[in-house]
């Protein structure tokens, strides 16, 4: 493509708006794939190298009309179209583009010509092209409807560019749409609850309220299935929860874990969502521990060996007992505890390990508050009206 | 144009090869754009392309029957194109993962590669009747190189040199960008013996290369390919270097190889960093002017004309 057709393509480019670049893709798509349909049904060895010259007369319509000539040349169709939009459509325009995504792929649903595999091809190239303005059409689009009914491999191809554009906040969106519609397949929770966890860490717990109900509605489809089915459900509950502990930092899990709602559901783990704290804390090697400490506990500061907290595990719970209050204490230690237990001057406090307060779970407590600790002792920075927002259990 | 004439000069195309192929341009196309004009001359009535592949001398492929060839994609032209769509369709009850395109932490990473190798070790993870190679939906053409030679020279590399930058270098894959995640599909070399309606060749000026590719080099390694019937590519990173030695990996082409879940293997390269060409030591012209040498563009020309017209 020389200088010239260049300029000639963007300046097609240059007055389009949603309405023409819908067009021109739809156009495009049915073009190309009815000509695919006529490879498919061709000779896949051509008996000559050289074709007939002849042969060339007549070849419109072409794909993509006055951009054709771009097709085929990258490794995908999808790659060429991500071509022209890096290459030709203007600056401008380019947002036009993104937003012609979603709205070309609303439309598909009621145009019978449109062709299966474009369906596909809308959905990558929105996060070829990052079209964070298309999003908000896809979980519409694949979780309900006829699409989400018969055409169900559309939906893992929305959850992998919904995926692959987080954590911008219009895929957070898609995901937690989709969670919520009719036709959202529920073997994809435990997949979708770890991004959503990976993309906003502190907002973890509503994501987890969002996909309790679907893991549960999974683990009792799994027991209509067989055995294996319910402990390939098991199993990935506990590989969500150690890569939810490895991924969310401890304070955040201890912030918002009191307000985790666990009943004692007759209908079993899952109904009860007492799996994911069984998950988290019980076991031989628990992704966190839970430290019981006996302490004296006093307005002012709570003395605990720091040795006791450092030592059995990086990331732990701690909590503390005192005659008055039952705390659950979070040690995120993202520094090197050698350097820490090391250090000389203890007259600093350890900014990097914050520990939180938080009220155990089984305290039905909710008030959070936020100290540090030293080496020796823990560093009381309670504001006044934090303590005095601590309730009695 | 400059890749004619090296296929002319060192003779890995006939004479006559080149005649019939800059006719059959002169008819297609009687004007414009050098790269259209290719694009026009080898496609089809029906819009398809034509092969060329077979305009080389295709010699015997050398490749022991028990070595693996491998060609590279990206991570969402697999998912797209080669990952079979009942993979795609969630059973109630049964627990599935979705591959997104971008894996962005190490963590992401290895999540990948696991689900990946879960994937590509159950049966019929291919879509059926799904075949390698490029453009994608319906690829003509499959470029390959040896699996261990690949193996080697990603291995090679510091670790921070990620897998995936090092093929893209290796093999010469000009457009592939910054940012983009590939990954390195290997099949059976007596694969290509074994099906009929395979044919391979040793790629020349016809084969639909990128704006990186040299239908001939000099060099030791380029030479000991050509001599067994493998052309070599154009190592990008050597290419920014001004290296006086560019040569990458061998290279064949095919038209597309049917994908088989059971002899096919999907390995995750990683994350492509950086962009070549963008810079004068390794853009187009630079390019073109390495592979001219000291050939003036008027000479290539003259030549050219005369061996075509003689």
């Known amino acids: 493509m020389n200088p010239t057709s260049k300029l000639s393509l963007s300046t097609h480019f240059a007055h389009f708006e949603e309405n023409e670049f819908c067009d021109w893709l739809s156009s495009g798509f049915k073009v190309f794939y009815a000509r695919k349909t006529l490879l498919r049904s061709a000779a896949r060895i051509p008996t000559s190298p050289i074709p007939s010259p002849a042969v060339h007369e007549g070849l419109e319509p072409r794909p993509f009309d006055f951009a054709y000539s771009l097709i085929g040349r990258r490794e995908s169709l999808l790659d060429d179209i991500e071509f022209i939009y890096e290459q030709y459509i203007p600056e401008d325009k380019k947002i036009v583009f993104r937003r012609s995504l979603g709205r070309l792929l609303r439309q598909s649903t009621d145009d019978a010509q449109f062709p299966e595999p474009a369906i596909s091809d809308l959905i990558y190239i929105m996060a070829k092209v990052r079209a964070h303005e298309s999003l908000e059409s896809l979980a519409p689009v694949v979780g309900r409807g006829k699409y989400g009914v018969d055409k169900q491999w559309l939906q893992y191809e929305a959850i992998a560019t919904l995926k692959t554009l987080l954590p911008a906040r219009e895929a957070i969106l898609g995901l937690r749409d989709l969670v919520t519609l009719q036709n959202f397949h529920e073997a994809y929770s435990f997949d979708v609850l770890i991004a959503l966890c990976r993309a906003e860490p502190t907002d973890w717990l509503s994501a987890f309220e969002l996909l309790r109900g679907r893991i549960a509605n999974l683990w009792e489809e799994a027991r209509k299935v067989d055995d294996a089915a319910v402990a390939a459900v098991e199993e990935e509950g506990r590989k969500f929860t150690r890569m939810f502990a490895d991924l969310i930092p401890t304070n955040e899990i201890a912030m918002q874990l009191p307000d985790i709602k666990v009943s004692n559901s007759p209908a079993g783990p899952y109904a009860s969502g007492i799996w994911f704290p069984r998950n988290l804390f019980a076991g031989d090697t628990p992704p966190i521990k839970i430290l019981h400490e006996e302490s004296s506990f006093s307005d002012d500061s709570i003395t605990v060996p720091i040795e006791v907290t450092i030592q059995p595990s990086r990331r732990a719970i701690m909590v503390c007992d005192s005659h008055e209050y039952r705390f659950l204490y979070s040690l995120n230690l993202d520094f090197n505890p050698e350097d820490f237990l090391n250090r000389t001057d203890d007259t600093q406090p350890v900014t990097a390990a914050r520990v939180s307060f938080v009220p155990l779970l089984r305290s039905g407590i909710r008030r959070k508050v936020t100290c540090f600790f030293s080496r020796n002792k823990f560093r009381d920075s309670l504001s006044t009206k934090s303590k005095a927002d601590l309730t009695k259990v | ?310």
């Not at chain 2, 009942?86 to 009850?93: E, I, W, Y």
């Open chain 2, 1 to 310: 144009m400059i890749n004619i004439f090296l296929c002319w000069k060192h003779k890995v195309v006939s004479e006559d090869q080149i005649k019939e192929f800059v006719n059959a341009c002169v008819s297609a196309v009687p004007s414009g754009d050098p790269e259209d004009i290719f694009q026009e001359v080898c496609k089809r009535d029906d819009g398809t392309k034509v092969l060329f592949f077979g305009l080389a001398a295709i010699k015997k492929n050398k490749v022991n029957g028990r070595a693996r060839l491998s060609s590279t994609v990206k991570t969402d032209t697999f998912h797209r194109f080669l990952l079979a769509r009942s993979f795609k369709t969630a059973r109630p009850g049964l627990v599935s993962k979705v591959l997104d395109h971008a894996p962005r932490t190490p963590d992401e990473a290895r999540e990948y590669v696991d689900e990946l190798r879960k994937i590509t070790s159950t049966a019929g993870w291919s879509e059926p009747g799904a075949t390698l190679g490029k453009p994608f939906p319906e690829p003509l053409y499959c470029w390959f190189t040896l699996t261990t030679s690949l193996a080697r020279s990603v291995s090679k590399k510091s670790p921070s040199v990620t897998k995936a930058t090092e093929a893209r270098d290796a093999l010469g894959l000009i457009d592939s960008v910054d940012g983009e995640h590939r990954l390195e599909i290997s099949f059976p070399a007596k694969l290509l013996k074994s099906s009929p309606d395979l044919i391979t060749a040793r790629p020349t000026f016809a084969d639909g290369g990128n704006s990186r590719f040299a239908a001939f080099q000099d060099g030791t390694v380029a030479q000991t390919n050509n001599s067994r019937g493998w052309g070599t590519t154009v190592h990008l990173e050597k290419l920014a270097k001004g290296d006086r030695d560019l040569s990458g990996l061998p290279e064949r082409v095919s038209n597309s190889v049917p994908v088989s879940p059971t002899t096919f293997t999907a390995t995750y390269l990683g994350r492509v960093e950086g962009t070549r060409g963008l810079f004068a030591a390794d853009d187009h012209a630079t390019f073109e002017a390495r592979l001219r040498g000291t050939t003036t563009v008027s000479e290539i020309v003259e030549l050219l004309t005369k061996a075509v017209t003689g």
